[in-house]
Nanobody, 124 residues
């Protein structure tokens, strides 16, 4: 089983960019589908983006399509979330998660392992 650690969060003005990283321990990282979810205060956790084990297939939530890009580097055991054209409504804690069986899923219950989260705050 992998362990996940997010980094790269912070405060940014609207229209700016941030890149989140999720570093995984364990030799089986390349076999895991990965995703990013986010949770804003008082709201449910929301699917942001998912990527297959090979990186050949990706999916995005409607609210981030065209602005965010998920990618992975299996040689570095890391998955990334490039966030451009950020909006105040993107403010949330962002979590990466790993799924050992099957491809990425839009359901948070499908994931085995979660990181501790990274705060992203977008000021207007």
């Amino acid at each position: 089983q992998v362990q996940l650690v997010e980094s790269g969060g912070g405060l940014v003005q609207a229209g700016g960019s941030l890149r989140l990283s999720c570093a995984a321990s364990g030799r089986t990282f390349s076999s895991y589908a990965m995703c990013w979810f986010r949770q804003a205060p008082g709201k449910e956790r929301e699917f942001v983006a998912g990527i297959s084990w090979s990186g050949g297939s990706t999916a995005y939530g409607d609210s981030v399509k065209g602005r965010f890009t998920i990618s992975r580097d299996n040689a570095k055991n890391t998955v990334y979330l490039q966030m451009n054209s950020l909006k105040p409504e993107d403010t949330a804690v962002y979590f990466c998660a790993a799924r050992s069986a099957g491809g990425y899923s839009y359901s948070e219950g499908s994931y085995d392992t979660w990181g501790q989260g990274a705060q992203v705050t977008v000021s207007s």
